[in-house]
């Protein structure tokens, strides 16, 4: 559920490094929202976010918007699909994840004494 921010959270305080959201935005929030959402959360916390779409289908009831992402953790779309079905082959260096947290230790800041997320 890229739309809640706080599930990503909870996975990258578990040690997550990639996460991977299947998702069939439509055509009115797909172009407002889709690659917004997954950079966000990408940057938020410091993975890499995959975002698995549907192909369009104009001949069906629902016309997902598609277009597959892959976004690093810096928050920089490194690959990308249009509505058309296919698929992405993307090499995810894990080390890039180690760094970027290491440079810019965001989660280390985090004000655990003011507010908490739990997994209840």
Same mark, same amino acid.
């Given at each position: 559920d890229i739309r809640f921010p706080e599930l990503s959270r909870l996975m990258a305080l578990e040690g997550a490094e990639v996460?991977?959201?299947?998702?069939?935005?439509?055509?009115?929030?797909?172009?407002?929202?889709? &690659?917004?959402?997954?950079?966000?959360?990408?940057?938020?916390?410091? !993975?890499?976010?995959? *975002?698995?779409?549907?192909? /369009?289908?104009? &001949?069906?009831?629902?016309?997902?918007?598609g277009n597959s992402i892959? !976004?690093?953790?810096? *928050?920089?779309?490194?690959? /990308?699909?249009? &509505?058309?079905?296919?698929?992405?082959?993307?090499?995810i260096d894990l080390e890039y994840v180690k760094k970027v947290r290491n440079e810019l230790p965001l989660l280390k800041h985090l004000r655990r004494d003011l507010y908490t997320l739990s997994k209840n």
């Open positions: 996460i991977i959201f299947p998702a069939a935005f439509n055509m009115t929030t797909g172009p407002a929202h889709w &690659e917004l959402n997954f950079r966000g959360r990408a940057l938020d916390n410091q !993975v890499y976010t995959v *975002g698995v779409a549907p192909a /369009r289908d104009m &001949e069906s009831s629902y016309h997902s918007y892959v !976004v690093s953790p810096w *928050g920089n779309v490194i690959n /990308r699909m249009d &509505e058309k079905e296919g698929y992405i082959i993307q090499e």
